[in-house]
C-alpha cells in the first residue's frame, strides 16, 4: 500500500472527522514538535499515517486492524514500534516513560484543545460518523467517552501538549457534555 492508496483510505465515504483532513493536521502538529530525532519523527509519522487506516465506527478492532496493515506495509526495523503506538490509539492510556506514545497521543488528542468553533465542527463530525447511533444512546455513549477524558488528571501525557491544550480542552468536554445532557 502507497502513499497514494493509504490517502485514498481516508476519502472513504463515512468519515466525516477521522479522514485525511485529521491525518493533515496530525502531521502539522507532529511538525511543531522539537526535540525529537529524525528516526523518532519517521516512526511517528507512520503511526499518524496509519492509525486510523480502518476505521468503522460499528467495529471494535479499528486499532488492531490498523495496526497490523502498518506492520505489513511499513519498514522492518520500525513496524513493531509503529504497531505498538497504533495500539495506544484505542484507549489513549500511555505508560510513564513512554515518550513517543505521550507524543503520539497528545497529538491524536489535540483536536479536544482546539478553538471552540473547530472544537464544535468536529463534535458533530462525530456524530455523523456515528449516524447509525441513536440520540440516546449516543448521548449516553459520547458522555462516557467525553467524561473519562475530562476526568483523567492529565488529559495530553505529553507535557508540551498539555501546557498548550489542557485548558481549552476541559473547557470543550464541558460544553459537549452540558449540550448532551
Not at 35 to 64: F, M
Not at 77 to 100: A, F, W, Y
Not at 132 to 143: I, K, L, M, P, T
Not at 153 to 160: A, H, L, R, T
Request: net charge negative.
Amino acid at each position: 500500500m502507497n502513499r497514494d492508496e493509504l490517502a485514498a483510505a481516508y476519502t472513504a465515504a463515512g468519515r466525516h472527522y477521522h479522514n485525511l483532513a485529521h491525518i493533515e493536521d496530525c502531521l502539522a502538529a507532529l511538525a511543531r514538535v522539537e526535540g525529537i530525532s529524525a528516526a523518532e519523527r519517521e516512526i511517528l509519522a507512520e503511526a499518524i499515517w496509519w492509525h486510523d487506516v480502518v476505521y468503522d465506527p460499528t467495529r471494535p478492532d479499528n486499532e488492531e486492524l490498523s495496526a497490523q496493515l502498518a506492520e505489513r506495509h511499513v519498514r522492518a526495523d520500525i513496524s513493531r514500534e509503529v504497531g505498538r503506538l497504533i495500539r495506544l490509539t484505542k484507549t489513549h492510556d500511555v505508560q510513564s516513560g513512554d515518550r513517543l506514545g505521550a507524543i503520539l497521543i497528545s497529538i491524536d488528542l489535540s483536536i479536544l484543545g482546539a478553538e471552540p468553533a473547530r472544537y464544535d465542527a468536529y463534535a458533530a463530525a462525530i456524530r455523523q460518523e456515528f449516524i447509525h447511533v441513536g440520540d440516546a444512546d449516543y448521548r449516553a455513549g459520547r458522555s462516557r467517552v467525553l467524561r473519562h477524558f475530562a476526568e483523567r488528571p492529565v488529559i495530553f501525557p505529553d507535557p508540551g501538549f498539555a501546557a498548550t491544550y489542557d485548558r481549552r480542552a476541559r473547557d470543550n468536554l464541558a460544553r459537549e457534555l452540558s449540550a448532551l445532557g
